[in-house]
């Protein structure tokens, strides 16, 4: 999905809540793997939606910035 979006193809997905919703499963599902690296890596910087908008997720330090964690 992620893919699509950064490649211009709106897909309708909401990234933010997308991510929002694999935090309280994470949280929910403490001993299950949950395979993802958007979360954890956060969005490229200059990421936008194929329709325009922005993300509004919180991203993790640094990760706009362009800084290697």
Do not use: N, W
């Amino acid at each position: 999905m992620f893919l699509l979006e950064s490649m211009g193809y709106d897909t309708g997905v909401d990234v933010d809540a997308l991510i929002a919703a694999r935090a309280i499963l994470a949280e929910a599902l403490l001993h299950e793997a949950l395979y993802a690296h958007v979360p954890d890596a956060g969005l490229p910087k200059g990421f936008a939606y194929a329709d325009g908008r922005t993300p509004s997720a919180p991203q993790p330090e640094g990760c706009l910035l362009g800084e290697a964690q």
